[in-house]
């Protein structure tokens, strides 16, 4: 089995920062892409930003300029710098990677539960 525990989530003040953490454990041979999405109360989950096994990166235009996605493959962790915030921004964060559990198996999605991001003065 796969986990993905989402951390650092809370409330800020419109224009402050926060790190979000996910880490992966369990039965993992290789984690391929990496991605951060969000639901804001009342709406659809949507993609934020991704990041490859080999560290390219990609972003919803929104966050551009403000959002930095990183991964530290050695420890299975991914992280989300999120700079000047704004109450848009409020919403459940989730992680979710493409992981392959064994050489001999594809790799499957998995998701992480959550991290509330609440942006308000």
């Known amino acids: 089995q796969v986990q993905l525990v989402e951390s650092g989530g809370g409330l800020v003040q419109p224009g402050g920062s926060l790190t979000l953490s996910c880490a992966a454990s369990?039965?993992?041979?290789?984690?391929?892409?990496m991605g951060w999405y969000r639901q804001p109360p009342g709406k659809q989950r949507e993609w934020v930003a991704g990041?490859?096994?080999?560290?390219?990166?990609s972003y919803v235009d929104s966050v551009k300029g403000r959002f930095t996605i990183s991964r530290d493959n050695a420890m299975n962790l991914m992280y989300l710098q999120m700079n000047s915030l704004k109450p848009e921004d409020t919403a459940v964060y989730f992680c979710?990677?493409?992981?392959?559990?064994?050489?001999?198996?594809?790799?499957?999605?998995?998701w992480g539960q959550g991290t509330q991001v609440t942006v308000s003065s």
């Open positions: 990041i490859t096994r080999d560290g390219s990166t």
């Open positions: 979710k990677a493409g992981v392959q559990r064994h050489d001999f198996e594809a790799q499957n999605d998995y």
């Open positions: 369990g039965s993992i041979f290789r984690i391929y892409t």
